[in-house]
């Protein structure tokens, strides 16, 4: 595709539901990031995939987060038992390789009531 | 850990206005630093990528410059819709990008 998709756009999920937010690649791009940011705040890194490398799971803030990669294509980040706190906006980005430009999607706006 | 620093946290602008913004970082091993413009409900998007102490890039009204400490966004003449948050990033030898705060920029006709 023309940029970095993200699905849905918004979410309101129950606390204690899981969610699943999804991520389609600029084509031809190895390296995916999530972030996360919350309301008035920087970005805050999560998780990064290159190619088929093991991923950089660093920033995941606790073990209800999750995300996976098949390959160089879709991306799913999960969130178990959500909790209020998990409110922000998701972002993704990818890049061609992992030290150039990454591009953002537009996010997914995730609300936990 | 890295660390990035946005400065001034907001500008306020008059059309025609020049004025600088400010990233100034720690980082091990800077591999690039980054701009992205960001505007309100939308994600990042990508203005510039710099990678050595001395390189300047430019794009209309925009010029990121960079040195050994930190990187300085001009706005020259800036117009109304140059308003928005500018965001800077550091990526340093794990590749995570690790974002400032931003400046959030306001240009009144």
């Known amino acids: 595709g023309a940029g970095v998709s993200q699905s849905p756009s918004n979410k309101v999920t129950e606390k204690g539901k899981d969610v699943e937010l999804r991520c389609d690649p600029i084509s031809g791009h190895t390296a995916l990031y999530w972030y996360r940011q919350r309301l008035g705040q920087g970005l805050e890194f999560l998780i990064y995939?290159?190619?088929?490398?093991?991923?950089?799971k660093s920033g995941l803030p606790s073990d209800r987060f999750s995300a996976e990669r098949t390959g160089e294509s879709v991306s799913t980040l999960t969130i178990q038992r959500t909790q209020q706190e998990d409110s922000a906006v998701y972002l993704c980005a990818s890049s061609f390789q992992l030290n150039t430009e990454a591009f953002f999607g537009q996010g997914t706006r995730l609300t936990v009531v | 850990e890295d660390q990035v620093t946005q400065s001034p946290e907001a500008l306020r602008l008059q059309e025609g206005e020049s004025s600088s913004l400010n990233c100034s970082y720690t980082v091990s091993g800077l591999r690039g630093l980054f701009w992205y413009r960001q505007d309100p409900g939308k994600g990042p998007e990508f203005l510039f990528t710099l990678y050595s102490a001395g390189e300047e890039k430019e794009k209309e009204r925009l010029k990121a410059t960079l040195t050994k400490k930190e990187s300085f966004l001009h706005i020259t003449a800036p117009k109304p819709e140059d308003s928005a948050t500018y965001l800077c990033a550091v990526q340093a030898g794990d590749y995570k990008l690790s974002f400032g705060a931003g400046t959030t920029v306001t240009v009144r006709a």
């Open positions: 995939f290159q190619g088929n490398s093991a991923p950089d």
